[in-house]
């Protein structure tokens, strides 16, 4: 008897976070002058807060063409950023555990477009073969 290489699936989900590139996490601090120079970008803050959560995998995508809602079409020119042109968060995991990091993350989350995609998750295993 050996053992053969075969599948393993679970239930799985993708989050996918939409913003544009500039947008910014609201700092907790009152001073205008120190909040103008300490923001992050809001994917950063959102990657930040996918890992601290437990997640296994978050990335940002950034695009180079494409409108944001109902603004006009935006593209990137040459080296030089457009801070208008929109980025998404992707993170992976259980529905349920990306229902509650949505939740707990509401105030961080409140400006962004949210969307779940159900996915399967696959990893090899070893199935005993006669």
């Known amino acids: 008897m050996h053992e053969a290489p075969t599948l393993l ?7 996918r976070i939409f913003m544009t590139s500039a947008s910014r996490a609201q700092n907790r601090q009152q001073r205008p002058f120190a909040r103008l ?10 990657v930040l807060a996918a890992r601290a959560a437990g997640f296994t995998y ?4 950034f695009s180079h063409y494409g409108f944001w809602k109902s603004g006009e079409i935006q593209q990137t020119l040459g080296e030089i950023p457009n801070t208008l042109l929109s980025v998404y968060v ?4 259980d529905h349920e555990d990306l229902k509650a990091f ?7 989350l409140k400006d962004t ?3 779940f995609k159900p996915a399967e998750s696959w990893r090899f295993g070893m ?4």
């Open 9 to 15: 699936t679970e239930p799985a989900g993708i989050l």
């Open 37 to 46: 120079f300490q923001r992050r970008p809001l994917y950063r803050d959102i």
């Open 58 to 61: 978050s990335n940002a995508h």
């Open 90 to 93: 992707d993170i992976l995991g």
């Open 102 to 108: 949505c939740l707990s993350h509401a105030a961080l």
């Open 113 to 115: 477009s949210l969307y």
């Open 127 to 130: 199935q005993p073969t006669p």
